[in-house]
């Protein structure tokens, strides 16, 4: 029998967060990154720990099972997750995947215990080539967007995170149709990124992390994750970084397996009683 429902709360300026839960033991609440929604990024990882844990899949404003709303500032989008994180009314391990929500939001939690974290982008690290290459994928995927073109927009959008091999997979799966109707909130949001600054750039904000951090990171990933593991794990005071055989960034959706075996040693650990 399914143990599968859904859990939402309703965030300080009146909008509702859902998300889906599955499984049961100590609760994990597993953020999304930018292109995606909790289903689409974490199904595929949480299929292997729901005899273990309680997983809950919560979604931005304007996606999945949440409402809308036009404010999607990358503080605003915390909050709303914080707000997430202690409707469950017990501490809980937080896992991530490229945008860096989950970092900061055990900066600024009590309730977090433990942080897995794969591949946050921490983009003030581009060098001057990458710059020019996303500014032209950003540019290209907001042409596509005004177009109408959401399906091609979302993988033009892709080329910024993932590899040729990546992409093709994600065809094939039906992950970028899927997150094209989402275009036009992610523009919305990495405007609002870019104006206000890389989020985790001030090495004060990784600095506050109490909690412990497993900064995951695939081997044959691109040279910005690479760069963004390391400084994670430099400017965290409790993290440790392991290495995903064969994976890129989509490592979520290529390796599920592995990375749910890792998640479940260290939070198995992280959430021992004292």
Not at 10 to 35: E, K, N, R, Y
Not at 83 to 109: H, K
Not at 193 to 216: H, R, T, W
Request: aromatic content about 8%.
């Amino acid at each position: 029998m399914s143990t599968q429902r859904t859990h939402h709360v309703t965030t300080t300026d009146g909008v509702t967060i859902g998300a889906t839960v599955h499984g049961q033991g100590p609760p994990l609440v597993f953020l999304h990154g930018s292109i995606g929604d909790g289903d689409l990024d974490w199904q595929a990882v949480v299929g292997h720990l729901t005899d273990r844990f309680t997983c809950h899949l919560p979604s931005m404003r304007g996606r999945g099972l949440s409402g809308d709303h036009p404010d999607l500032s990358f503080g605003r989008l915390v909050e709303d997750f914080l707000n997430y994180i202690d409707s469950i009314g017990e501490p809980t391990g937080l896992v991530g995947w490229s945008a860096p929500f989950a970092l900061v939001a055990a900066a600024q939690s009590d309730t977090v215990e433990a942080v897995a974290y794969f591949e946050s982008s921490m983009l003030s690290l581009m060098d001057e080539q990458e710059h020019a290459a996303v500014g032209d994928i950003f540019a290209r995927t907001g042409d596509l967007a005004a177009e109408g073109r959401l399906d091609e927009a979302a993988r033009a959008f892709a080329a910024f995170p993932f590899d040729d091999d990546e992409i093709a997979l994600l065809e094939e799966v039906g992950y970028l149709e899927a997150a094209g109707r989402y275009v036009p909130n992610l523009l919305n949001h990495l405007q609002k990124v870019m104006e206000q600054g890389d989020p985790i750039a001030d090495p004060a904000v990784l600095g506050a992390i109490s909690a412990p951090v497993l900064v995951l990171l695939g081997s044959d990933t691109k040279r910005l994750f690479a760069a963004s593991a390391r400084a994670v794990t430099d400017r965290v005071p409790d993290a440790r970084m392991q290495e995903v055989p064969g994976a890129g960034h989509a490592g979520p959706l290529t390796h599920p397996e592995a990375l749910a075996e890792a998640f479940t040693e260290f939070f198995s650990s992280a959430q021992q009683p004292a």
